[in-house]
Protein backbone atom coordinates (compact mmCIF):
# COMPACT_ATOMS: atom_id res chain seq x y z
CA UNK A 1 0.00 0.00 0.00
CA UNK A 2 1.46 3.59 -0.83
CA UNK A 3 1.02 5.91 1.63
CA UNK A 4 1.04 9.47 0.99
CA UNK A 5 1.77 12.37 4.09
CA UNK A 6 -0.25 15.20 4.30
CA UNK A 7 1.22 18.27 6.29
CA UNK A 8 -1.55 20.47 8.36
CA UNK A 9 -1.87 23.23 9.60
CA UNK A 10 -4.70 24.58 11.64
CA UNK A 11 -5.32 28.15 11.18
CA UNK A 12 -7.68 30.14 13.45
CA UNK A 13 -8.95 33.78 13.12
CA UNK A 14 -7.64 34.98 16.27
CA UNK A 15 -4.37 33.14 16.28
CA UNK A 16 -2.69 35.29 19.12
CA UNK A 17 -4.60 34.25 21.29
CA UNK A 18 -4.77 30.55 20.48
CA UNK A 19 -1.37 29.17 19.02
CA UNK A 20 -2.00 26.83 16.15
CA UNK A 21 0.21 23.45 15.74
CA UNK A 22 1.34 22.01 12.52
CA UNK A 23 1.17 18.58 12.24
CA UNK A 24 1.99 15.76 9.65
CA UNK A 25 -1.06 13.55 9.01
CA UNK A 26 -0.13 10.45 6.84
CA UNK A 27 -2.47 8.44 4.87
CA UNK A 28 -3.49 5.80 2.52
CA UNK A 29 -3.01 7.49 -0.98
CA UNK A 30 -7.07 7.28 -1.65
CA UNK A 31 -8.09 8.35 1.36
CA UNK A 32 -5.84 10.98 0.72
CA UNK A 33 -7.65 11.70 -2.74
CA UNK A 34 -10.95 12.14 -1.08
CA UNK A 35 -9.84 13.97 2.02
CA UNK A 36 -8.52 16.51 -0.71
CA UNK A 37 -11.45 16.43 -2.95
CA UNK A 38 -14.30 16.93 0.01
CA UNK A 39 -12.13 19.67 1.26
CA UNK A 40 -12.49 21.15 -2.01
CA UNK A 41 -16.16 20.51 -2.57
CA UNK A 42 -16.71 22.46 0.61
CA UNK A 43 -14.03 25.35 -0.31
CA UNK A 44 -11.78 24.30 2.42
CA UNK A 45 -8.20 23.45 2.29
CA UNK A 46 -7.88 20.14 3.88
CA UNK A 47 -6.14 21.63 7.13
CA UNK A 48 -9.11 24.03 7.73
CA UNK A 49 -11.68 21.10 6.66
CA UNK A 50 -10.58 18.49 9.05
CA UNK A 51 -9.75 21.17 11.90
CA UNK A 52 -13.52 22.16 11.54
CA UNK A 53 -14.39 18.27 11.39
CA UNK A 54 -12.24 17.38 14.62
CA UNK A 55 -13.65 20.43 16.28
CA UNK A 56 -17.50 19.12 15.81
CA UNK A 57 -16.35 16.24 16.92
CA UNK A 58 -15.16 17.75 19.98
CA UNK A 59 -18.21 19.58 20.55
CA UNK A 60 -20.24 16.37 20.26
CA UNK A 61 -17.94 14.48 23.11
CA UNK A 62 -17.94 17.98 25.21
CA UNK A 63 -21.95 17.82 24.86
CA UNK A 64 -22.21 14.58 25.88
CA UNK A 65 -19.84 14.87 28.89
CA UNK A 66 -22.27 17.61 29.98
CA UNK A 67 -25.30 16.25 29.86
CA UNK A 68 -24.22 12.90 31.53
CA UNK A 69 -22.94 15.23 34.24
CA UNK A 70 -26.03 16.79 34.65
CA UNK A 71 -27.83 13.22 34.18
CA UNK A 72 -25.64 11.60 37.00
CA UNK A 73 -26.52 14.74 39.48
CA UNK A 74 -29.97 14.03 39.83
CA UNK A 75 -30.82 12.58 43.25
CA UNK A 76 -32.73 8.84 42.37
CA UNK A 77 -36.22 9.21 43.64
CA UNK A 78 -38.45 6.82 45.54
CA UNK A 79 -41.11 5.28 43.19
CA UNK A 80 -44.70 5.89 44.59
CA UNK A 81 -46.82 2.60 43.67
CA UNK A 82 -50.30 2.86 43.06
CA UNK A 83 -52.03 1.79 46.20
CA UNK A 84 -49.27 1.28 47.70
CA UNK A 85 -48.32 -1.89 46.35
CA UNK A 86 -45.88 -2.65 43.24
CA UNK A 87 -47.80 -4.04 39.90
CA UNK A 88 -48.11 -7.61 38.93
CA UNK A 89 -45.77 -8.59 36.21
CA UNK A 90 -49.12 -9.27 34.18
CA UNK A 91 -50.29 -6.29 34.90
CA UNK A 92 -46.94 -4.59 33.47
CA UNK A 93 -47.02 -6.37 30.67
CA UNK A 94 -50.89 -6.34 29.91
CA UNK A 95 -50.94 -5.33 26.05
CA UNK A 96 -54.65 -5.10 25.97
CA UNK A 97 -54.88 -2.63 28.78
CA UNK A 98 -52.34 -0.22 26.82
CA UNK A 99 -54.96 -0.05 23.92
Known amino acids: ?3 FSC ?3 FV ?3 SENFPMKNITVT ?3 DLA ?3 RIRAAENERSVS ?4 ELLE ?3 RQDD ?3 IAMKQFLAVEPRRMEWIDGRKPTREELHDRAGLR
Open 1 to 3: MTR
Open 7 to 9: YAF
Open 12 to 14: SCN
Open 27 to 29: LPE
Open 33 to 35: RWV
Open 48 to 51: RWLA
Open 56 to 58: GMR
Open 63 to 65: GYA
